[in-house]
Every structure is written in structure tokens, then in C-alpha cells.
């Protein structure tokens, strides 16, 4: 099979002639129809911190989802031929384990979610980055009825999380640098979109969760968030943050990291998917494309979810 393979920070990314995976006892064979790349794949060569998660060299990707295609032995829960997406999570595919990268992937059968008839595979793989985001705002932010949330940044797990505060029954508010998708944020339900998480501290907000974690955003989160009130960090554009710990200590705020969700996170997202109450919004490319992508996404020319196609 052919594959995007990555060895150090500062090296590109290498496409290689791999042989077929084959699936062990309880693992299934998926080939890939669709894989997002996010942010945390630009960080691959931005940081060498990622190295100490990582299995090298390794086929990154972990936003997959595709085509049961061979069950291993003791496999009961999937057929050929089921539309699956995996829960990355479990098995740490594109760091630890061969990601979406690559043409076909070896999972356990146990990280895998089936994938709703009427929803396509280019918007499956918004479940994951969706657990994510749901994890962040329902179960790490206590999102309840009625609160006031603020988004920082509206990309697409941005996105996906402020419309998961909006179906929650919250009033959300979005800090995005890049005006172009203010507009979208409104339409989502967005009450105010600023530029800063700063120009939103009047608002006495309940809970802020940043989707960009840019190290400024955090500390912007902590000092306008109301006394009491929660921040969740999320996002991963830098892996350190400088945080005045006397607005966090003297306001009671408390500060959560959240990494990821659970598999009935991804089965939420993709009901909302189903159903049309969440919209993934999709920026295409092709497998020979991905090098090309990462690029794109790091200079910021990229709306929504960037997904190859395979």
C-alpha cells in the first residue's frame, strides 16, 4: 500500500510502498475512504515535543474513517463491507500505531464505531475531531441549559463545539482571529464574535473552552472567564502557556485539560451529523495532496475540516 510516513520534526513527510496490514486476533482490516488533517499534525514539525508520544517512524492520520474490507479471527461485532470510523484514542493510530495516512489501516475491533447509512465517509471523520469537541464542552465543560459559553477559535473543531453548546440549550460567544468565518459563527448562533477572548470578560462568561490554545488564548480564557466560572483547554497550537496563576487562584477558576472523548462521544456526533443538526463544513483534497494540506492549514488557508479522499 501507499503511505505518508513521518520520521522527525524537521524532515518531510516520505511517501513509501508498505505491505498490507493484516489483522490480528479481534482486529479488522479498514480501508481508508477519508482522513482529516487537523492541527495537531502541523505540530508534528513545529514541535519536537510530539516525538515523545510517538512510535517513529510512524504513518500519521488519526481522523479515519473507511471500509471493513478482512475481520481477524474472534471478531463478531463487524462484517465486510461495514462503514466504520475509529476511535483513535484506543489504540493512538498516527502516533503510536499506522494512521490514516496510509491506504489501509489495522485496528481492534473494539475501537470502532459504525457509521450511520445516510452519512457519507468525508463527513464521518468529523466524529472524531466531534468527540472531541463534545467531550470538551459536555463532559470536561458541564455545559448546562441556559449558561453563557465562550468559543475560542472557530475552526472545525471550534465550530463543532460551539454548535454542540448551542444544541445543549447554552448562549455561546466566539473569539476568532480570522474574520472571514464570522459570518458562520452568527449563522451557527453565536450571540457576539470578537476578535479576543478579552473583549468578551463583560459578559461574566460560565465556562470558556479554547479550541486553539495558542498559550495567549489560555491566559485570555483565565482572565476573562467569571469568578468560579470554568475554562477548558483543549486545543494544542503550542504545548506551553504562560497563565497569571493570581486571576486563577483569586477568582476560583477552574482549569481543565481535555484530550479527547469516548466512543458514545463519536456516536453522539454522528447522530447530530444524521439528523442535520450538525453540518460539517469541508475542505477537500486527495491522498496525493496531504503534504500540500498540512502546508495550507499551517498558513491558515483553510476553512473547516481539510479531508483527503481516497
Known sequence: MKAWRFSNTDAPLELVELPNPEPGIGEVLVAVGACGICHSDVGLFEDSKWLDMMNLPVVPGHEIAGKVVALGPEVTTFSKGDRVVVWSIGELHGYLRDGGFGQYIVARAENL????????????????????????????????????????????????????????????????????????????????????????????????????????????????????????????????????TYQLVSKNVTLVGSGGGSKSDMEAVLAWIASGDIEPVISPTDFDGIPDGISRLAKGEVQGRLVAMY
Not at 465562550?150 to 454548535?163: D, V
Not at 462568561?205 to 486553539?212: G, S, Y
Open 113 to 244: 464505531v459504525h457509521v450511520p447509512d445516510s452519512v457519507a465517509l468525508e463527513r464521518a471523520v468529523f466524529a472524531e475531531p466531534g468527540m472531541t469537541a463534545h467531550a470538551g464542552v459536555v463532559s470536561a465543560g458541564q455545559v448546562k441549559p441556559g449558561q453563557r459559553v465562550g468559543i475560542i477559535g472557530f475552526g472545525a473543531l471550534g465550530r463543532i463545539g460551539a454548535r454542540v453548546a448551542v444544541l445543549s440549550g447554552a448562549e455561546i460567544y466566539v473569539a476568532e482571529v480570522n474574520e472571514s468565518v464570522w459570518e458562520a459563527a452568527r449563522e451557527i448562533g453565536a450571540r457576539r464574535v470578537v476578535r479576543d477572548v478579552s473583549e468578551l470578560a463583560d459578559l461574566e462568561l460560565d465556562l470558556i473552552v479554547d479550541f486553539a490554545g495558542f498559550g495567549s488564548t489560555t491566559a485570555g480564557a483565565i482572565g476573562a472567564v467569571r469568578e468560579r466560572g470554568r475554562v477548558v483547554l483543549i486545543g494544542m497550537g503550542r504545548l506551553e502557556a504562560t497563565i497569571d
